[in-house]
């Protein structure tokens, strides 16, 4: 007797056994319809295995699907993944298995010529529009355009019968990149880097390096040469992009088809299912040869990876917080050890467990250290706000105002950037000192003047902005504290009324396509004053910016978080490295109330090294990574009385471990987040220790009430 172990898209802790009926075939990787209670569900075959017999009545296979089967490799890094991140395997195979969840294109309804009818009258109209059509088959629509005609003309040949409707399945067809069509012309340390990844590409196996170049020293033709290389010895070959924002795919798509005269495929939430579904299809093919995408994209089950980029590889947004928790860069360097693929993390700020990772020689190091061109770094200087603050109720300083003045008189462009979306973070009662907070979560709620409403960021909740203050009841008395993008801009606008000027936010470009129309204007030179959150701070190039300048170094630095001062001194840098990219040399101004703090400092130097050296000594003493472990648990429930005796289960079932710590339980951060209250414990492990087994040693001693739900975050980034 055989039994298949199925993966099947549930929060279960391991896959499901069925029986194999006789006269079929299965193998590791095919899709298969099994019974699960009353319904039918898509699985995975993990394993087929011989059994001599069982005390136990299994179902049975019902289908093999005629899906084609995912890859071994593919199962492999879901398998491992699962186990990483201690998620349920099914639940990632879900992952792997998401294209095929929106159903296939509708045909497209074309026109082709009846030979047999004549049409009953002739025009010069109609005489046209059989011209055009010959013998094709086209839309009407398209036919209409041709031939110069009224859609009025083409129905009635249809009415007549002259021409025939028919069905035209939508199978897209992926070019195949050339990848001789537009070789860059690379610099010596371009070059040296391409060079070095066409070596390892050429030799094969598994080979991870950290390409390491200051912002606009051209990572991308870098690492487009090594893609170059890749598919010259290779024409198989399988390269993936992964970018951390859906706003920068549409740029880099762009310079991708430019240098291998054929677009590549594109994944991520924006892109339409039936659009998925031909990419997944496609890929699991062989058909697609490069796809550029988000982190959802290295979940694609590639036949023959060969390469793998992550982009800006530092960025906190490749982290997936919500439903399966996982951080994309580390998932794609497994996913390259288990492929036997070249792995290249780009970023001009690299995180500190990267760099610890290449200085230790585990990951190779390629630097780029100066700008591609003419161009040249942005000088870089503090604006003590001390000695310079702005006038009552506004944010921006004389300094940077004047430097603002100057910009706009050249014809050449600033960019403001404060992350912080709306108008203000805080609205307050004067009367009786209430703070907006939104219902059921602990976070307060921020206004946004273009919507008239006060917004929720984390749960999404708004309501209209009050005309009294519902604490105390007090008429006209809640006020607007602090600035956000919006703020700005108003200010921006009254100091210069002659100036052009946008928003960048997630507000104001929520989707791809309205973040490439203003990315578009700009680089246009039809926006004078860009005011941005980090939407605009990093991936773009903006040739006439010379002036950045940040309303609020210090917003990052506050807090507990153990990457705080890591996360500002990267995105600092970027916001600055928009500047000067071009021939046109570039200038930023940091507005700073602390501008002796040491993360300030480094960048006011330009002393990258400094400052991660100082931070490193500082992890490595507090044994935090990247040179010790952590793990987040956090329990959640409506009640605070079941989420306290939960806390205290797992707090009473710790099991012994040396070089291990266990804080907590406590309150988070947010200990109440869409009515439920919320407790966290946090595990810190030295580098060598086990955490994933220790974690499944102690949460199997464990049965938790359903009232309360465990999230398990191994190496976790947020920490509210």
Not at 43 to 49: K, N, P, S
Not at 135 to 157: F, P
Not at 484 to 501: M, T
């Amino acid at each position: 007797m055989k039994v298949a172990s199925v993966l099947i898209p549930l929060p279960v802790a391991e896959a499901f056994d069925y029986a194999v009926p006789e006269g079929m075939a299965l193998a590791r990787g095919d899709q298969v319809a099994v019974p699960l209670g009353p319904r039918a569900m898509r699985g995975l075959v993990a394993e087929v295995r011989d059994t001599t017999g069982s005390n136990r009545q299994l179902k049975a296979v019902q289908a093999r699907l005629d899906d084609p089967p995912l890859p071994g490799s593919t199962l492999d890094f879901l398998e491992w993944a699962a186990r990483w991140t201690l998620s349920p395997p099914g639940e990632m195979a879900a992952l792997a298995l998401k294209g095929l969840r929106a159903p296939p294109p509708r045909p497209v309804v074309a026109l082709t010529r009846d030979p047999a009818r004549a049409p009953v009258r002739i025009t010069a109209a109609r005489t046209a529009a059989l011209a055009a059509l010959g013998a094709e088959a086209l839309t009407a629509a398209e036919l209409a355009r041709r031939a110069g005609v009224s859609a009025g003309v083409i129905k009635g040949l249809v009415d007549e019968g002259v021409l025939v409707r028919v069905e035209i399945a939508t199978g897209t067809v992926f070019d195949t990149p050339d990848p001789d069509h537009a070789p860059a012309a690379l610099n010596p340390d371009q070059k040296a880097a391409a060079e070095a990844l066409g070596r390892a590409l050429r030799g094969g196996g598994f080979q991870p390096f950290l390409l390491d170049g200051v912002t606009g020293s051209g990572k991308t033709e870098a690492y487009l040469e090594s893609a170059a290389e890749a598919l010259r010895a290779d024409p198989t070959a399988q390269i993936l992009i992964l970018l951390p924002e859906i706003a920068l795919t549409q740029a880099l798509i762009a310079r991708v088809t430019a240098r291998f005269g054929a677009a590549p495929a594109e994944w991520h939430s924006g892109v339409s299912g039936p659009r998925r579904r031909q990419v997944w299809e496609a890929v699991i093919a062989g058909r697609v040869r490069i796809v550029v995408g988000a982190r959802s994209a290295l979940f694609l089950p590639f036949r023959n990876l060969r390469l793998l980029v992550v982009d800006e590889e530092h960025d906190g947004s490749f982290k997936q917080e919500e439903g399966l928790i996982y951080h994309a860069r580390d998932l794609a360097v497994a996913r390259a050890r288990i492929e036997g693929a070249t792995v290249v993390l780009a970023s001009a700020t690299p995180s500190l467990e990267t760099l610890v990772n290449a200085r230790s020689g585990r990951y190779g190091r390629l630097r780029l250290e100066a700008r591609h061109g003419a161009a040249v770094l942005p000088s870089l200087a503090l604006l003590d706000l001390r000695a310079d603050p702005p006038e009552r109720e506004t944010w921006l300083s004389p300094p940077l105002r004047a430097a603002m003045a100057e910009t706009l008189a050249w014809g050449e462009q600033t960019l403001l950037f404060l992350n912080r979306r709306g108008y203000a973070p805080v609205v307050l009662c004067r009367a009786c000192g209430h703070r907006m907070t939104a219902p059921d979560t602990d976070s307060w709620l921020v206004e946004h003047r273009y919507t008239g409403r006060l917004v929720c960021h984390l749960t999404g909740f708004s309501m209209a902005r009050p005309a009294r203050c519902p604490a105390c009841g007090a008429a006209d008395s809640l006020t607007s504290v602090g600035p956000g993008v919006e703020r700005v801009e108003e200010e921006v606008r009254s100091l210069f009324p002659e100036a052009r000027v946008a928003v960048f936010s997630s507000d104001t470009a929520p989707d791809a396509a309205a973040a490439r129309a203003l990315i578009q204007r700009m680089q246009a030179g039809e926006i004078d004053v860009m005011v941005a959150t980090q939407a605009a701070a990093k991936g773009h190039n903006f040739p006439n910016l010379t002036l950045v300048g940040v309303v609020d170094a210090d917003l990052g630095l506050r807090g507990g978080d153990l990457r705080a001062a890591e996360r500002t001194f990267q995105l600092l840098m970027q916001a600055t490295g928009r500047a000067g990219r071009a021939d046109r040399p570039g200038r930023a101004l940091l507005q700073t109330w602390t501008p002796e703090h040491p993360v300030l400092m480094a960048l006011a130097a330009g002393d990258r090294e400094a400052f991660h050296e100082a931070e490193l000594a500082e992890r490595e003493a507090a044994g935090l990574p990247p040179f010790g472990r952590l793990a987040a648990l956090i329990l959640s429930g409506e009640k605070a009385e079941a989420v306290e005796r939960a806390a205290g289960l797992l707090a009473g079932s710790i099991p012994n471990a040396e070089r291990l710590e266990v804080y907590g339980p406590a309150d988070a951060p947010l200990a109440l987040v869409r009515g439920r209250r919320r407790k966290r414990l946090l595990v810190r492990a030295d580098r060598d220790v086990d955490l994933q087994g220790f974690l499944r040693a102690w949460l199997v001693r464990v049965k938790l009430p359903s009232s309360v739900r465990l999230t398990v975050d191994v190496d976790p980034y947020s920490f509210l």
